[in-house]
């Protein structure tokens, strides 16, 4: 068995444009973690995904990022990926 790799991305959204750009990175299938961060650089949210997590599974997080959203006016989202 071969051990998987993981590579993290980081980027700054806008309050307003967390809680969509969360709901795209899990579109995409291959995200392993999300960890949100205010200006100041502390972790105020961190969502573990396991492959095949979707829907309705996934929408109080979804509700608590909206939440957070409204409180932020920058956060940096750091983003875990499976390296393929």
């Given at each position: 068995?071969?051990?998987?790799?993981?590579r993290?991305?980081?980027?700054?959204?806008?309050?307003?444009?967390?809680?969509?750009?969360?709901?795209?990175?899990?579109?995409?299938?291959?995200?392993?973690?999300?960890?949100?961060?205010?200006?100041?650089?502390?972790?105020?949210?961190?969502?573990?995904?396991t492959?095949?997590?979707?829907?309705?599974?996934?929408?109080?997080?979804?509700?608590?990022?909206?939440?957070?959203?409204?409180?932020?006016?920058?956060?940096?989202?750091?983003?875990?990926?499976?390296?393929?």
């Amino acid at each position: 068995m071969s051990e998987k790799k993981f590579r993290t991305e980081e980027f700054r959204v806008d309050g307003e444009e967390l809680l969509a750009r969360i709901k795209n990175l899990v579109k995409e299938g291959n995200v392993r973690r999300i960890i949100i961060k205010n200006k100041e650089g502390k972790v105020v949210f961190e969502i573990p995904l396991t492959f095949g997590v979707v829907g309705a599974l996934i929408a109080p997080q979804l509700a608590a990022i909206g939440a957070i959203a409204a409180l932020l006016t920058e956060a940096t989202v750091v983003v875990e990926k499976e390296e393929s």
